[in-house]
């Protein structure tokens, strides 16, 4: 049931675009993004709900596919303040637990 | 932002001794929180699932018995780690579902801070 993220890691310049993903092998009823750095908790970015949904928030955006397995997280132009490592998590139906992927470490160079 | 505390941020406790971590949901009421386990530059293991008034729902291999869950108001459940062992340390993050998000059909979660704890 644990999504599978990829990729596993990833260093950047700063300016530089990356593309996290995120997949199911069933029907997801909702994706979480979270970016958590070291020693801290997780925190919130975005939830997805429908499929073909794409919202974003400054220059960190996703994306949730038409079938609903597969979900995408956009950085562009990277900030140094984007390092750290990215989870998603995915639930399966409204109200359920949410399972996090193994998480994708961003490193941002300068 | 909903924000979730806990408390403490750290402890340092002796083989066999029980620990108490506290979390709470700041301003939101919290029917719903999960605690969570998490080894160094290792995912988010979810340990259990804290209904406010109902007992936990543990996840398979978590043992109810020792890592006792309770969740006895809409904005506090607490997590006590009973005789603990070297290898219960471990960063300990508990999240809330915030159900007053709008037109969400999915309730944002927001994690507590963290708690590290080291058994010696």
């Known amino acids: 049931q644990q999504p599978v993220q990829s990729p596993q890691a990833v260093i950047l310049r700063e300016g530089e675009d990356a593309v996290i993903n995120c997949s199911s092998s069933k029907a997801l009823y909702s994706v979480h993004w979270y970016r958590q750095k070291h020693g801290e908790a997780p925190v919130f970015l975005m939830i997805?709900?429908?499929?073909?949904e794409q919202k974003g928030h400054d220059k960190i955006s996703a994306s949730f596919n038409e079938k609903k397995q597969q979900s995408s997280l956009y950085l562009t132009a990277s900030q140094l303040s984007y390092s750290g490592t990215y989870f998603c998590?995915?639930?399966?139906?409204?109200?359920?637990?949410?399972?996090f992927g193994k998480g994708t470490r961003l490193h941002i160079l300068p | 932002g909903a924000v979730v505390s806990q408390h403490p941020s750290w402890v340092i406790c002796k083989s066999g001794t029980s620990v108490k971590i506290e979390c709470r949901s700041l301003?939101?009421?919290?029917?719903?929180m999960f605690w969570y386990r998490q080894f160094p530059k290792q995912s988010l293991m979810l340990m259990a699932t804290s209904n406010e008034g109902s007992k936990a729902t543990y996840e398979q291999g978590v043992e109810k018995d020792k890592f006792l869950i309770n969740h006895a108001s809409l904005t506090l459940s607490t997590l006590t780690v009973t005789s603990a062992h070297p290898e219960d340390s471990s960063f300990y993050i508990c999240s809330a579902r915030d159900p007053g998000q709008g037109a969400h059909r999915a309730y944002e979660q927001y994690f507590g801070p963290g708690t590290r704890l080291t058994v010696t």
């Open positions: 997805l709900l429908k499929g073909g």
């Open positions: 301003d939101f009421q919290a029917t719903t």
């Open positions: 998590g995915t639930e399966l139906d409204r109200d359920d637990k949410i399972i």
